[in-house]
């Protein structure tokens, strides 16, 4: 049985897909980008991104918010990334963002 700190490590590592929505919404779902602005005072990242499945986006060019700029940490313009996009208080929200690994 997992201890409940481990199960809180692993919500936070997202290994664990987030209760509420997790039967409709796979959490684990990452879309394809390339950072184009990073604004860490304003928390935004301009991100010209793929299809967003979850999102039912088509590929362009937009801005996300980020709740904590620590999600920005690392990021520069032209870096290919995977995040995770969701919609929230009329915009958008990259709550995850993870450098694209080398193919
Ligand atoms: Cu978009």
């Known amino acids: 049985m997992l201890r409940p700190w481990i199960l809180s490590l692993a919500l936070l ?43 039912k986006m088509p590929p362009m060019t937009m801005v996300f918010r980020v709740k904590d700029a620590a999600v920005l940490e690392g990021l520069e313009p032209g870096m290919q990334i995977r995040f995770r996009a969701e919609e929230a208080d009329g915009g958008y929200l990259a709550t995850r963002v993870q450098k694209a690994s080398a193919k």
């Open 13 to 55: 590592a997202g290994l664990v897909p987030a209760l509420p929505h997790a039967a409709d919404r796979p959490a684990t779902a990452l879309s394809a980008g390339e950072v184009r602005k990073v604004d860490r005072e304003a928390k935004k990242v301009t991100i010209k991104h793929g299809p967003i499945e979850n999102l």
